[in-house]
């Protein structure tokens, strides 16, 4: 089919309150334009995020999922970016082996100020994945197909 | 009072469910005497017809051991479903999926591939593949035709309970048929167990720090393990932390990690990922060379946090082939 | 063809193997096949996993005999790391693995292959079962059964965390030592069980042996088949389960190979039909000419007679005794007489006590240093053991970060399979005549595989092998005409 329109990736990003969050407000504000692809989760830190919010996301249609925390050491709660780090390198291995690129799933520190750091990482990653083309999760298992419809066992 | 009739029965299974209900040993008997069990394949004779003659939801409670994987095993899993009033998705198989639910991790195209032609013993010249329908001089053989994919009890028919483990330890048996007999079946949908980690019975818990920092993983056989020490303090992969108690923390009596055979807790939707977050959660490094070098004794990460539960991961792979 | 009969597990119902026999028009057999049908594919999705789990992933084969896979595993990581076990952790295992064999033989004997002898292959199938078998021997016996099974089974959890399923076993040795207090129980257990493996010998000789019609059955030529044989044997050709090498002999009883576990591949293939998915182990020296016996056939078998006419006697004494004493009623080695299984599985019954008893008392078990840490780059290995049901083989090949990227298993069944088919066969041929089949007909064709113990489970790699059976005759229209089950 030559004229399905082009594929607009869906992201889901979670930003940490004190930072990402504040600064994709203040790319806002500043008008400093980015893809409108992406859906915002506001969490109080990165180290909050539960990797199961990543794979639901995943599950449920995201494309990509962008994560933003504060710098290493600008934590509100210490050592919260540092577990998102953690989990995040654990994660991104397991994404590889159920077939799932490394460019889908994206961790980046961006502090209050850095409004046009959300700019710029958020229209990579839309280019990225819109290359990378639609999630294609196996589904769930489906319902039995017929059973009396018999087909040769290989 | 007439005796609620029970129906145990397996799919694929690798009939530890069905040892662990003979480990009941001598107390099978006062099941066997409160019960009156219609059918149990394993033990005792029954055919299709005799559940087709039940009338719809005649057997009080189901038990269902192994996953689905064929097309016998879910028409026979449907007309359980019809006759019985209550099932009980019994073991890891039956809940999640189960170690045969790794074959998820592939296709049926690869894993026929695989058996009969690429393993070193196979010598398979003309490409001979089992047939579900084949003609030999004599008449015509028929084989069931497998799925491609391995499915949870849950995900081929609605299940009512679940009674966790691979296989379900003998007292998470007991304590179901007893609750079963007096009517103090919790809610549907409950899992029949504590929703309590193993580490909660686990006898290194007092050795368990109140902050766990660990350097570097390890695989089991890179080290030699303190029989008295928390295992995970000890580096090794324990998914006790995030794993429903029941058996007594068996495999670290054994002086072996939790592999997670229970599953999760209930308020986990995705056990893989809440265990992943779990044990990077303790790690103590900061520089992503420190995190990868610390985490290099987690070298299959999906295949350990979804050892049990592949079918029934919120991904749910088949790799690309 | 006129009719063709289903002897069909019950358990077809989740695919766990059956017979199909066609008759031609006189109502005689053509041919029986013997279908397994279900395949879970162990050796694909093993692929990527850490080969130090294998003991525990590959357990999951079959909850029936979980220890001999996770033995057998056990042997092959230790190869793949190029890793010898410690003494004691190597004694640890063999421990482990003779009480399994002491629990499994008895088991089969008394819930499983005992019925028929005990109580006669033509009594009403109604008490052709463990109830019938106490009614025989008393209500004691029964009990002894059960707490004996208890106990070992409790040992087995003790060494291994868990029985179904264990996790004693990783590359250089096991997970866990044994105390002072922990190798007690074991004596006593052991002691028991040599005493049990003794009197059940005695029940086989007062009821089987005793009782001509038995014996005539067993060395009916129907029941017999001239293959060769394959058992491992230790460095005196003594029947080993746990280690040594593998020998077979041809079925003139002579030494034909002699390998070890790493060369298995070298000397054994396997065979492709599109009617089952279990694939058909054949020796490569002699190739596969079909469902054939004699010499010229690559068909070979394992199993407790297998053991026995593959090795030249036990390495215990009473066994020993045992042995010496069957050969010699059954008219020298090697015996082809698949019944033959029953009394052969009981002296191995008596060895593995013997052996839990040598092994219990061994200072060594309660040594603390149960492990030995690999230290080479992993590669590629076998590990073998002998199972209840035979030989049984894993083999592992990693990348250097130890993930399995191969695996090939051959489970003990699979290297049965062809003989199980053609014993089906032959019996089936013998029993039934001009269409006439009964229940007690069918027994013997069911005796004749039950003899092997097959376990569809571990062949398949998926399921356990107790085989109710149901038996359908169908007319030449395809429309089924009578009907006869029997319980397992
Ligand atoms: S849950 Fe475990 S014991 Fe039960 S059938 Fe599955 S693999 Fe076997
Ligand atoms: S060893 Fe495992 S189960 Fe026991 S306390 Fe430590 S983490 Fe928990
Ligand atoms: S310790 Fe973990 S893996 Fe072992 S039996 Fe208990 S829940 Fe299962
Ligand atoms: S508060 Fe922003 S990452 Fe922790």
Redesign the pocket.
């Known amino acids: 089919m030559s004229d399905t329109p082009a594929f607009e990736p869906r992201i889901v990003a979670f930003f940490c309150n004190w930072c990402t969050y504040t600064a994709a407000d203040l790319a806002g504000t500043a008008r400093l334009t980015y893809a409108p692809n992406v859906r915002v989760v506001r969490i109080m830190c990165s180290g909050r995020l539960d990797p199961q919010f990543v794979v639901t996301a995943l599950r449920q249609g995201a494309d990509g999922v962008l994560i933003g925390g504060c710098h290493p050491g600008d934590c509100h709660y210490q050592e919260g970016n540092y577990k998102m780090l953690r989990r995040f390198h654990l994660l991104k291995r397991m994404l590889k082996q159920f077939g799932i690129d490394d460019q889908r799933v994206r961790l980046e520190w961006i502090s209050a100020s850095e409004g046009d750091k959300v700019q710029r990482v958020i229209n990579e990653m839309v280019a990225q994945v819109r290359d990378l083309g639609p999630l294609a999760l196996v589904g769930k298992p489906t319902p039995h197909p017929d059973a009396s419809e018999k087909h040769a066992a290989a | 009072m007439t005796k609620p009739k029970v129906g145990f029965y397996w799919c694929a299974s690798c009939g530890g469910c069905e040892e662990a209900v003979v480990d009941l040993h001598e107390a099978i008997l006062d099941v066997v005497a409160a019960v009156d069990i219609v059918f149990w394949p394993c033990a005792m004779d029954f055919k299709r017809t005799d559940v087709e003659a039940m009338a719809d939801g005649e057997l009080a409670v189901c038990f269902i051991n192994g996953a689905v994987r064929t097309s016998e095993q879910f028409e026979m899993v449907e007309l359980l479903r019809r006759k019985a009033g209550v099932v009980i998705a019994f073991g890891a198989c039956a809940q999640s999926g189960g170690i045969p639910g790794l074959a998820n991790f592939t296709s049926k195209a690869a894993i026929l591939a695989n058996v009969y032609e690429d393993t070193r013993t196979t010598v398979n010249p003309h490409k001979t593949y089992p047939q579900a329908t084949v003609q030999v001089p004599e008449g015509t053989l028929t084989l069931p035709v497998l799925d491609e994919t391995v499915r949870a009890l849950g995900q081929a028919i609605p299940v009512d309970y679940y009674l966790p ?2 296989p379900p ?1 003998a007292k998470l048996i007991a304590d179901a048929v007893g609750a079963i007999l007096a009517g103090t079946l919790p809610a549907p949908g409950s899992v029949l167990a504590p929703n309590v980690g ?1 580490c909660h019975e686990c006898t290194r818990k007092e050795t368990k720090p109140e902050k766990m920092l660990v350097t570097q993983f390890k695989r089991p056989h890179q080290v030699l393990i303190d029989p008295a020490q928390c295992l995970l303090a000890q580096g090794l992969v324990c ?2 932390p995030d ?10 009596a054994g002086n072996m990690p ?5 599953g999760a807790l209930d308020q986990v939707r995705d056990f893989g990922a809440k265990a992943l977050s779990g044990l990077a959660s303790v790690l103590d490094a900061g520089e992503d060379a420190a995190i990868d070098a610390g985490l290099a004794g987690v070298p299959d990460p999906a295949g350990t946090f979804y050892r049990y539960s592949l079918p029934a991961s919120e991904l749910f792979a088949k790799l690309p082939e | 063809m006129s009719q063709k009969i289903t002897i069909d597990p019950i358990t077809r119902l989740e695919g766990h193997g059956k017979v199909d026999i066609f008759l031609d028009d006189a109502g005689n057999v053509e041919r029986a096949y013997l279908q397994i049908p279900e395949l879970r594919g162990f050796e694909k999705f093993a692929e990527g996993r850490p080969v130090e789990d294998m003991p525990q992933i590959t357990s999951r084969i079959c909850g029936v005999c979980p220890t001999a896979h996770h033995m057998a595993a056990s042997k092959a990581v230790d190869a793949v790391f190029h890793v010898e076990p410690s003494v004691p952790g190597r004694k640890i295992r063999d421990l482990v693995y003779s009480i399994f064999f002491v629990e499994d033989h008895a088991l089969h004997f008394y819930y499983l292959g005992g019925p028929d002898f005990i109580v006669g292959p033509t009594a009403p199938k109604a008490e052709r079962n463990i109830l019938g078998v106490l009614g025989k021997v008393g209500l004691e016996i029964g009990k002894e059964v059960i707490g004996l099974r208890r106990q070992l089974r409790e040992l087995i959890a003790l060494a291994g ?2 029985v179904i399923h264990p ?1 004693l076993g990783l590359p250089g040795g096991v997970a866990k030592a044994l105390t002072k207090e922990d190798q007690a129980k074991f004596i006593a257990a052991a002691d028991h069980a040599v005493e049990f493996a003794e009197f059940t010998l005695k029940i086989f000789h007062d009821i089987v042996l005793k009782n001509p019609d038995y014996v005539a059955w067993i060395t009916n030529d129907i029941n017999t088949h001239a293959t060769y044989y394959m058992g491992q044997v230790d460095a005196k050709n003594r029947v080993n389960f746990y280690d040594g090498q593998i020998r077979v002999v041809a079925p003139d009883g002579k030494e034909f190979l002699k390998f070890p576990a790493a060369d298995f591949h070298q000397h054994v293939a396997e065979q492709v039909e599109p009617w089952s998915y279990i694939k058909f182990c054949y020796l490569r020296a002699v190739g596969w000419k079909g469902f054939t016996d004699g010499a010229d056939s690559g068909v070979y078998c394992v199993a407790p007679l297998a053991r026995l006419n593959a090795a030249d006697g036990m390495a215990t004494p009473k066994a020993q005794a045992a042995y010496e004493e069957m050969y010699a009623l059954l008219g020298g080695k090697p015996v082809h007489h698949t019944l033959a299984n029953h009394w052969a599985r009981l002296i191995e019954l008596l060895y593995a006590a013997e052996r839990m008893q040598e092994l219990a008392n061994d200072p060594d078990i309660i040594d603390p240093n149960v492990r030995t840490l690999p230290t080479a780059t992993p590669t590629e290995g076998v590990g073998i053991v002998e199972a209840p049901r035979g030989t049984l083989v894993h083999y592992y090949a990693t990348d250097a970060d130890g993930l399995v990227t191969r695996a090939n298993l051959i489970v003990a069944t699979q290297n049965n399979a062809a003989r199980i088919a053609m014993s089906v066969d032959k019996t089936a041929r013998g029993v039934i005549k001009n269409g006439k089949v009964d229940d007690g007909i069918l027994n013997m064709v069911e005796m004749a595989f039950r003899a092997y113990d097959p376990c569809h489970g571990c062949a398949t790699h998926a399921l356990p092998g107790q085989m109710p059976l149901r038996l359908a005759i169908y007319n030449a229209a395809g429309v089924q005409i009578d009907e006869i089950r029997r319980d397992g």
């Open positions: 483990g691979c330890p193993v998914l006790g794993t429903r108690s029941g058996c007594g923390a068996a495999c670290p939790c592999t997670g055979c229970l | 965390g868990k996790v």
